[in-house]
């Protein structure tokens, strides 16, 4: 019996998850950077603790888009009890008191006219 030669054997393929898109979002521009570092400085909306941002789809879900984005911790973020991935996007906006898509589109407007302003 004769071994097969390295260039024919067989790489298992990734799975195909029947996905119609591609799931990955295309990376941020330097404008939304811009937009993120500026989000990020203002500390935690729910507790004022340092910030990382969380991207906001709204509803109905779809690609991560990174004009809007709004600054959570960790905790309040995806951690905690009452963490915006645990509670879900309806109980969250409730617990805030205001709706963090709508939040998130005004301030993407202020980073707007922030960049017209250079």
Not at 41 to 64: F, I, N, Q, S, T
């Amino acid at each position: 019996m004769t071994k097969a030669p390295a260039h024919t054997l067989l790489i298992p393929k990734a799975p195909n998850h029947n996905r119609i898109k591609d799931s990955q979002a295309r990376p941020a521009n330097a404008a939304e950077k811009r937009h993120h570092n500026r989000i990020a400085a203002m500390g935690c909306l729910v507790c004022g603790a340092r910030a990382c941002v969380h991207h906001e789809r709204g509803k109905p879900v779809g690609k991560r888009d990174h004009r809007y984005v709004a600054p959570l911790c960790p905790c309040d973020h995806q951690t905690g009890k009452n963490a915006r991935h645990v509670i879900g996007f309806d109980k969250f906006n409730e617990l805030l008191g205001f709706n963090l898509r709508e939040w998130a589109e005004r301030e993407w407007a202020v980073s707007q006219r922030l960049e017209t302003e250079k």
